[in-house]
């Protein structure tokens, strides 16, 4: 799950990603769109991973 901090910067990343493919894009803005969706998925999972050991870490200091 993103925090509110960074679930922005993934909803930016996704609505620019759109932008660039909607109507009859060139093969170049097709290939940044997909460029810019894969970074963030790959932003997406890493910062998934990242609040997880986080939280993990959280949890053990209080047993």
């Known amino acids: 799950m993103l925090t ?3 679930s922005p ?3 930016i990343g996704i609505l620019f990603a759109c932008g660039l ?3 009859e894009p ?3 803005r097709l290939t ?3 460029c ?3 970074l963030t998925v790959l932003y997406v999972l890493v910062c998934n991973r990242l609040n997880h050991k986080r939280h993990e870490r ?3 200091m209080f047993r």
């Open 58 to 60: 959280e949890t053990e």
């Open 4 to 6: 509110l901090k960074q």
């Open 9 to 11: 910067i993934a909803i």
């Open 21 to 23: 493919a909607e109507g």
């Open 32 to 34: 940044i769109a997909l």
């Open 36 to 38: 810019a969706v894969f």
């Open 26 to 28: 060139s093969s170049l």
